[in-house]
């Protein structure tokens, strides 16, 4: 195992310098927090995270959780993430005071939950289902319901649950087939199986409450039909007393990672005893859950981020201390006589190492930056703003779900490459973030589904104002960075790439606009791959313009060559990441069509 | 698992019409095969491997080889292979009939081998590398040691390893501290530890015969001070008994994949009781292993492009399978009314299936042309012509061993990512293929070795004459497609990568004029990616003009539908991989250096 799995004056700084903590602290919900109680905080999250987390990273891998007898058998820390993680808010924390939370901002909750994921993560996602299942709760569900079913849950006694994906069904929520049916005392019997259901039973919560999407009985087919139920797995008498509600665990999924964290099968009423209580109005379940859909993306970068972020700190730490090989004499040849260095010294490592840098750090910056937009949009009393932050927030989402993955993926697979053969070996951490990456681009939306809503809807939001705004968020960055010397020249860089951004989205659009959609959709992840380097590469620019700014000025947190080195990594990501848009611009304008089904059979 | 690993009528068509086999038949060497004699050879391959190695390909994952009481105990169809692989040739095929091989060419090593790599990526090595152990036996070694040796060997009794790695050493050959002191007898006593030594132990051979390499007591530092030694398990006492040699099983590593694989960590004399015979003279010994490596590096591009092609086939007969979603209509909604559709018509899916068509074909394409050049170089009368193949294969050989591995990784990803959450569950096959395959650009040197192999001998080979030469086949290739209206334009485009792709070497080389050699190899990577990519699309331009010639002048062996799927896939290179080179090239011309190590600390 690795010394360090994050560097938490960049947190800090990303939180504080780069995306201004104080602009959310000034609004009133957040009035009781300033940046000293949340820095202590941050701190109490990083020694438990140390102490509680981090050492049983590898173990949970090599003891998985699995079925046995009926139920899950998970790791004893699932108990302490789920009941210290309860007593220290990490569940309750951005709930309102009278839902039982202390009013954190999003941006704290994710720079928390940072912490928590790169250090084993296996186990934030406990606590963080059952905190968007009581959000749903209090948000949409009646006083009863909140009543019975909340304080549990974010005391960490019950866990939570969200319950979309059926096996016949997979992505396409449309052809969700679990069946509610209405009952005499207002609650519905529910019938039907889901999976993948993560955090979905273990040892240590005495009952589990599953938000479940079914069909009420007669509703309309697709996903106007769709209600959401609170289904228990034990559901309180007329006495109060816990009684099975009839929802079975079948099996639990084996997986090549992210083995701690379980991955359930649930059957729901085989016995036909199964209740199911109704949240909000019928048929508005896809509504509800897809309101909590942006916290659940935001949730799946920054995990993908800290994965990345982990790995990159334990093959930085192999590569200050693997001594192997020389560096190269000016003859192009290497002496023998002369001692080895470290692998540190050579250029391809330092690129690889460069490479996870700038996508862990970009991506933090990214979902970050994506919960700012959250807070505002949530705490904005000026409604052209508020409106302004949600646009933003529902544009870069589906690119806040999906760079850290991809990339991330990429990235960590470079932090194996760097410890060679090592690398690839059980008893060296790397493979195991190579391995619990991977689920990234997929759960939550895969990549493809990502890129649809990002090509498909939010691009096309409100006629791309959306766009539009993102574009000026942008601008404003160039022009900040202009005023540098030594960042102007990628400024431009940045302005030229937006006006060809602009001019492929055009082309793109040309498409729907024709009617053609499924040409206009057919290459949506590359376009995702173009439109999120592009994202980051302004991401990096407003991380360097902030350190030349420091650099400049002397307001300094951080040592000069902390700041140096972030106005490196963005050369970095200009020299080797953006001219990737370059190939991607001509994929996406590309006349050819050779990806949508018709009678020819191509794959022979 | 699914019901094929393999299209055996492509493997066909790549050999026999894309390649032409027959024109390497047509050397005396070969005198005893045709084409009838070596495709009965293929299909009794195919069925031995149907039989034997693809049903054992899960259970090996799940139950891998380990250590136990000082031996590694495998999987028991290890066995299987070494004896009835012996049995058949699979491992003397290529060698000559005095030394009791089949006088086989290359091509069809590497088509039998990639049959069997495709059905169980975990067995063929046993035999690989015994074949490649009795090879550096018989070409340099004693005719004592090849009576005593080979013979066992190549009746898959006895195992053979290469050991090259230490533990201090890594990739860095030249820092070997293995040592041999010479004894009265001739003999050597070997001192050393080796790591990584796959197929080094196991309960299925009486005996093993580890190649390794050592320093004989004086030699001079760096890799001109290497010599090579057979090393036996257990060598003949003075009555031929087998006694111990004092070569001890430190370990078995545990890794991520290749898991029925074993990777073995040997410790040679503890006892002091260690003979090592040289082989060939002293000091020569990392020269005759690299006569050996050209073969050992195209297997890797092999078996990194079986994988890729058994997991293409894995997740295509998911897609085809799997009802999910529906068609796009033109309003750009779904209809919930409407049926289902198979996941392989989205253009989503289509395009991560097309990218593993492309990937995984391109890459036995390339590896059977590295064959055929290989054959030809060892075969043909011709002085100037045989120069030509070797120049040819020298400079192709980095990339057959990296552009399978590197590009069969992300084309594994793929496959993946076709089956959603079941593509990371262990009741599905694709993760597997997925933890197997990124072994690959790690072993017999990772990917920045080969870049930097490449880049900094490869291409300067000759004054650049390798380079020209195959600049000479690519732009032979482009005459020929541009006769075709409908492949006229793909071959233009090739034609003005060509001529970029020098552009961009005379850029990179005036570096190395300068003496600045760490400079000009410090985006050797970049430059293998960019290099490999306009390789492949050359590799996929010729496969799609022989399916043109064969379409238009109807001297067809397969569907015209076969052809057309070809060409197709060809189409898809040029629309989606090839631009990758833009932005490639844009790295490799950018005037900022950013990866060579300096005073400064760029990782904070």
Redesign the interface.
């Known amino acids: 195992m690795a010394k360090e799995y994050i ?1 938490i ?1 960049t947190l800090k700084y990303l939180l504080y310098d780069v995306h201004q903590l104080k602009d959310v602290l000034k609004q009133d919900r957040f009035s009781d927090h300033d940046e000293a109680s949340l820095n202590m905080f941050l701190d109490s999250v990083k020694e438990f995270s140390d102490r509680e987390l981090f050492p049983y990273f590898k173990e949970m891998d090599e003891k998985p959780a699995h079925y046995k007898d009926g139920g899950v058998e998970v790791h004893k820390q699932v108990e302490v993430m789920m009941k210290k993680g309860g007593e220290m808010g990490l569940i309750s924390g951005t709930f309102d005071y009278e839902a039982g939370g202390l009013q954190m901002p999003m941006m704290m909750l994710t720079a928390s939950a940072f912490i928590q994921d790169a250090a084993n993560n296996h186990l934030p996602g406990y606590a963080g289902l059952t905190l968007g299942a009581a959000e749903l709760i209090i948000n949409f569900a009646s006083k009863e319901l909140n009543d019975t079913y909340v304080p549990k849950m974010l005391a960490g006694e019950w866990g939570g649950t969200m319950c979309l ?1 059926e096996p ?5 929520l ?2 969700v087939a679990t069946k509610a049916i209405p009952q005499d005392d207002g609650s519905y019997q529910i019938k039907g199986q889901k ?2 259901i993560s955090g979905g039973d273990h040892q240590y919560a005495e009952n589990f409450v599953h938000l479940v999407l079914a069909r009420i009985e007669g509703a309309p ?3 106007k039909g769709i209600s959401l139920f609170v289904v228990p797995k034990k559901r309180p008498d007329e006495n109060g007393n816990l009684i099975s509600n009839n929802v079975t665990t079948v099996a639990d ?5 992210q083995r701690g964290y379980c991955t359930t099968h649930l059957d729901f009423g085989d016995n036909d005893d199964c209740k199911g209580f109704l949240v909000g109005k019928p048929h508005q379940g896809l509504k509800y859950m897809f309101l909590m859909m942006n916290g659940a993306r935001i949730a799946v970068g920054r995990g993908a981020a800290a994965i990345a972020t982990a790995a990159y700190h334990a093959s ?1 730490e192999y590569a200050k201390e ?11 040849k ?1 002496d ?2 002369q001692g ?1 260095t470290f692998i ?8 690889m ?2 490479l996870q ?1 700038v996508v862990s750090e970009g991506s933090l910056s990214l979902v970050l930056l994506a919960s700012k937009y959250y807070d505002l949009k949530e705490t904005l009393t000026d409604k052209e703003e508020k409106k302004k932050y949600e646009l933003l927030l529902e544009l870069i989402i589906p690119m806040v779900k999906t760079y850290p993955s991809e990339m991330g ?1 990429q990235a960590v ?1 470079n932090g ?2 760097v410890l ?2 090592y ?5 060296f951490i790397l ?1 195991q973030y ?2 619990d990456i ?2 990234f ?3 939550e939306g ?3 589904i990502q ?2 809503d990002l090509l ?1 809807r939010k691009l096309l939001l409100e006629d791309g104002k959306a766009l539009q705004l993102l574009s000026e968020e942008m601008t404003q960055t160039i022009k900040n960075a202009s005023k540098y010397d030594e960042l102007q020249k990628y400024a431009v860089k940045l302005g030229e790439k937006l006006k060809e951004v602009s001019g492929t989205i055009q082309h793109l659009v040309s498409f ?1 606009k024709k ?4 040409r ?7 376009f995702m791959e173009y439109m999120s380097i592009v994202t980051l590469a302004w991401v990096w620019l407003d991380m360097a313009a902030h350190a030349k700014y420091a650099l400049l000025t002397g307001d300094k947190n951080y ?1 000069d ?2 700041y ?2 972030k106005i ?2 963005m ?2 990501f200009f ?2 990441e953006l ?6 611009a ?2 996406l304008k ?1 006349e ?1 069509v ?4 018709d009678e ?5």
């Open positions: 560097d004056a994906t016949q069904a997979g992505s396409s449309s052809d999976i993948f087919a697709g996903t999924f084996q997986k090549m990672g930085l693997r001594p192997q090989g020389r560096k190269l004499a000016s003859t192009g290497k023998p006589e080895q540190i010294n050579h250029p391809d490592v330092r690129r190492l460069l840098k993926a697979s194996l490459q060679g053969g690398g690839f070996c059980s008893d493979q190579y391995r991977r689920i681009p997929i759960y895969t990549t493809g890129s649809q498909g729907a009617g053609d959609y499924e206009y959709l057919s290459d949506a992840t590359p040592s060559e902390f140096e080195s490196h990594a050369r970095f020299k080797y001219p990737k848009t370059d190939g991607l001509s994929i590309d050819e050779l990806t949508i089904a020819k059979e191509v794959f022979i």
